[in-house]
């Protein structure tokens, strides 16, 4: 198995707290891949990483913030936890972002109440 | 916007019998096609990896095939056994997008 872990695997919070959510890698991957799964959604693009500082926005970027600043951690914040980021959320990684497998983390549940 | 799709969203079968789920996308640019499996509370391990070039991948009692002109993979399990129960899940990069998209899955369960 790829090592990727997440942190904190589970977290209830208060709407309007700020949340980070930790993503760590030791296969030193280049790309590094923010998700969230909802019922009827699928997985969806928070943001993602193509390099230590290099990031950009997916899908569903509003309200999230990323940082990368080492090869092997990628950081999510939420800046004010609204209800409607409840969710599941999984980091991924890919050592090349075309043609690469992806390999997922086991995956933080976030309630927001 | 790329859209992908699986039909149906849940899926029983006896075991032992071959079975094939369906993948489709809108946008045929594709640079390769993945198929993941996902327990319930885990996360997505990945099975089969299809480059656009090829037209399948086989991984032991797994087989997926890609129809890049008609916007279409299956996922083939042969002699399908109660640990196969999971959501299958398939997603696309498209070229020029460093992103995978994916379909919401199908949740099979195999009956003993």
């Known amino acids: 198995d790829a090592g990727i872990t997440q942190s904190p695997r589970h977290k209830v919070t208060e709407t309007g707290t700020p949340v980070t959510l930790r993503c760590h890698q030791t296969e030193n991957h280049r790309y590094m891949y923010w998700y969230r799964q909802d019922p009827g959604h699928g997985l969806r693009l928070i943001h993602y990483s193509y390099g230590v500082k290099d990031t950009d926005k997916g899908e569903v970027s509003d309200g999230y913030s990323v940082s990368r600043s080492k090869t092997e951690d990628f950081l999510l914040t939420l800046e004010s936890a609204t209800s409607s980021q409840t969710s599941v959320y999984f980091c991924a990684i890919s050592e090349s972002g075309l043609g690469g497998t992806a390999y997922f983390g086991p995956g933080t549940r976030l309630t927001v109440t | 916007k790329q859209e992908v799709t699986q039909i149906p969203a849940a899926l029983s079968v006896p075991e032992g019998e071959n079975l094939v789920l369906n993948c489709s996308f809108t946008d045929s640019a594709i640079y390769n096609l993945q198929w993941f499996r996902q327990d319930p509370g885990k996360g997505l391990t990945s099975l089969l990896l299809?480059?656009?070039?090829?037209r399948e991948q086989t991984s032991g009692r797994l087989n997926a095939s890609l129809d890049k002109s008609s916007g279409r993979s299956t996922l083939y399990i042969a002699a399908s056994q109660p640990g196969d129960s999971a959501t299958y899940l398939c997603?696309?990069?498209?070229?020029?997008?460093?992103?995978?998209?994916f379909g919401t899955g199908t949740r099979l369960t195999i009956i003993p």
């Open positions: 997603a696309v990069t498209a070229f020029g997008n460093e992103k995978l998209t």
């Open positions: 299809i480059q656009s070039s090829q």
